[in-house]
């Protein structure tokens, strides 16, 4: 304890600084906190409602609402108006926050993620230097830092579910390291995490209680042969009373989210009607052609992976300028619904996570392929369940590829797997005593792919802000004579 006791003062020092530099990208160097932002009063006016004993909102708070019996109701969970009712302890409910909202997501984001690198000991021996890389590009160089401007709706409700997952991520890595110790009491804390994922964000929220489920699986068939000496023997036992609470505390979490999809849609499992959805209506209240699609080939469709991979990993030379930053955001027209009576088309700008996260996705790939010859010492050290994790974690992307849209912001669906990947890689090199870390030319390799997650990501979210329409037009001129206009004019 005294050794770490000595970090302490660097390590509130650099948070400090975090914080500050968080600050200063979503207040887009203004460093105002009470600011308009575009719907940012969305989970005010949920939080106002629930108080109410209602589920619905004005229908002036978003754009994108859904319509049950002349009532309007927003998709996003209510973990985050929870949250916006916490900060009126402190502003009124009537201030505009979400800027606040947002710098507190990503602080826990940026926590979680340094404690649970932390928790795998990358931070001595030979992985020590290769932590100062991974805490980089986790804290600066991953998808999330590009969606921290403009500070609307949809970006908190994103960031706060990375953030809530994140944590997640690190109580299960605990209990997978160190089974013998506050077994029960980790176990019931991963309920609560995982319900306040998916009342962020659904497509987020898949992976906690898909872990959950895996895992209490385990727990369940490990109980019941806890006389087999070779029986699962990398999962703890746990006794039945309190196997019986940790399942009691998981079931309600679950139940919480399909309780709040109930009173707001009257179907627990269908967490968004998009028949009811006025993006795909016209004024008269039938479909348009975007809402016909849907309604003719569902919002899923498999055979759509191709094009959606294509979107969120292969650049394009549209991405590439040969002027400051040097990197725009590519635009692609696809057609996710054609058939001889639909023929419907998207575009939409993008960056591939191939030049947004090239640390991340590397380590996660190369950790997939390296994986077999680790197998024995994963299994003396008794970390078969992290598999579990990292199974699980890959949900929210598979399934992004099958979704009948994409966007910019819907990447960071693939951080909770890129990130478990890659810090699992390192564990295994380091557990396996891997060559690779002592080679120059391996450590320079990590160190350039480092400092260009960063670059990339800091151009995205400059001309993310410059070009979106959501942004005031002083805000985007004002960042734009900052960091673009005096070196070029792009004609924004």
């Known amino acids: 304890m005294k050794n770490y006791l000595r970090y302490v003062p660097a390590a509130i020092f650099l948070g400090w600084a975090l914080c500050a530099y968080y600050f200063f990208l979503i207040s887009r160097t203004d460093w105002h906190l009470v600011a308009s932002e575009f719907t940012g009063m969305t989970y005010a006016n949920v939080w106002e409602h629930l108080l109410q004993g209602r589920w619905d909102v004005d229908p002036d708070v978003n754009v994108e609402l859904f319509v049950f019996d002349h009532k309007y109701y927003v998709y996003f969970g209510i973990f985050p108006a929870l949250i916006r009712g916490m900060l009126t302890l402190f502003y009124d409910i009537h201030d505009s926050v979400p800027r606040l909202g947002l710098l507190i997501a990503a602080m826990i984001l940026a926590v979680a993620h340094v404690i649970t690198a932390i928790q795998f000991d990358l931070h001595k021996g030979e992985t020590k230097r290769y932590f100062y890389l991974l805490v980089g590009v986790l804290l600066l160089g991953t998808p999330a830092v590009y969606i921290l401007t403009p500070a609307h709706s949809y970006h908190e409700a994103i960031l706060w579910s990375l953030a809530m ?68 023997t990398w999962v703890p036992v ?13 079931f309600l979490c679950g139940c919480s989210a399909l309780y709040v999809n109930y ?43 191709v094009p959606m991979f294509e979107y969120y990993f292969i650049p394009h030379a549209d991405n590439f300028s040969k002027h400051w930053p040097y990197l725009v955001l590519g635009n692609t027209i696809y057609s996710h619904y054609f058939s001889s009576h639909i023929d419907y088309r998207e575009s939409r700008t993008f960056m591939p996570l191939t030049l947004s996260a090239p640390f991340l996705l590397f380590f996660s790939l190369f950790g997939l392929f390296r994986r077999p010859r680790s197998w024995s010492a994963f299994h003396r050290d008794g ?31 693939f951080l909770p797997a890129l990130v478990t990947g890659t810090l699992l890689t390192f564990y295994f090199l380091k557990l396996t005593g891997s060559h690779l870390l002592a080679k120059k030319k391996f450590f320079y390799s990590c160190l350039v792919m480092t400092i260009f997650s960063i670059y990339v990501v800091h151009s995205t979210l400059l001309i993310y802000t410059v070009t979106n329409p959501t942004v005031p037009f002083d805000s985007r001129k004002k960042v734009y004579d900052i960091f673009i206009g005096p070196l070029h004019d792009l004609g924004y």
């Open 238 to 250: 746990i006794s039945f009373s309190r196997l019986a609470l940790v399942a009691v505390v998981w």
């Open 263 to 305: 009173k707001k849609f009257g179907d627990p499992l269908n967490f968004q009607p998009l028949e009811n959805y006025v993006v795909f209506q016209n004024e008269d209240g039938t479909f348009n052609d975007r809402g016909l699609a849907i309604a003719k080939y569902g919002v899923f469709r498999w055979d759509n992976s």
């Open 383 to 413: 970390s078969y369940l992290l598999d579990t994790l990292a199974f699980a974690n890959l949900a929210p992307g598979l399934i992004l590829l099958g979704m009948w849209g994409a966007c910019l912001r819907y990447s960071v669906d």
């Open 165 to 232: 997952d994140a944590v997640f991520n690190l109580f299960f890595i605990r209990f997978a390291l160190s089974p013998g110790k506050n077994t029960v009491l980790r176990l019931i804390c991963l309920g609560p995490l995982a319900a306040s994922v998916i009342l962020s964000r659904a497509s987020v929220g898949i992976a906690p209680f898909l872990a959950l489920a895996i895992l209490g699986l385990l727990l369940f068939l490990r109980f019941i042969n806890k006389q087999k000496q070779d029986f699962l």
